[in-house]
């Protein structure tokens, strides 16, 4: 049997499963699907490369835990929060000069200052994202670190400090992770993961943030709502 057939019925065996249910052992695969054991172990690397399977170390194979669905809306419409239950852990916070890329990007001066925060989100209880949060300094005057572990930044935003989030332009596109963005979300070096990159104005049109995030691409779902109208192609 081919790596591609192998590959075609270990998602069979893996939609069957229940999200982290361990798999069959190489040996018991081999003798299933009258396959080698090398051609095996090839497509379960091909599966572990994308996202469907998880090795762990001394335990063996197992199914991809449950993923956190997050719902695009259509334009015009709210954010919906993502599942689960999100609290943060702030790795790094400080002022610092914007500089020129940066300052480009949120409409500042070099000079000015920017708050930067990195964290890590952790969904019930597992690490999920990193995110690196930038925003002018002057929005946020006494801004603490630990009003970035819980709640809602934006309602933050609104509620102590008058601005008022109101557009963001965000880009998502595939990435691998890095020495450190595995270790902090407790993967495998160069594991499959989601960049996002956020841009968000208020209601007066000012640049307010910019934030760039890495998402484990074994637990994270986007999911699109789309209206269609008589011309869509």
Known sequence: MRRAEVRDRLRELIDARAPGDPMPSERSLSELLGASRPTVRAAIDDLVGTGHLVRQ????TFTSPHKISQEVPAFGEPVPPADGDWTS???RFRVEAAGARLGRRLQ???GDAVLYVKRRRIVDG??????????PAALAPGIEAGEFVSGSLYRRLRERY???PAEAVQTVEPTVT???EARLLEVPLHSPALLFERTT???GGRVIEFT???YRGDRYRITTHLRLGPHSG
């Open 57 to 60: 170390h001394g335990r063996g």
């Open 89 to 91: 852990e702030v790795l």
């Open 108 to 110: 500042v001066s070099p």
């Open 126 to 135: 597992a690490p999920m994202a990193i995110e690196e949060i930038r925003l």
């Open 162 to 164: 008058g601005v008022n």
């Open 178 to 180: 890095d020495a450190e």
């Open 201 to 203: 104005q208020d209601d």
């Open 212 to 214: 760039r995030s890495i």
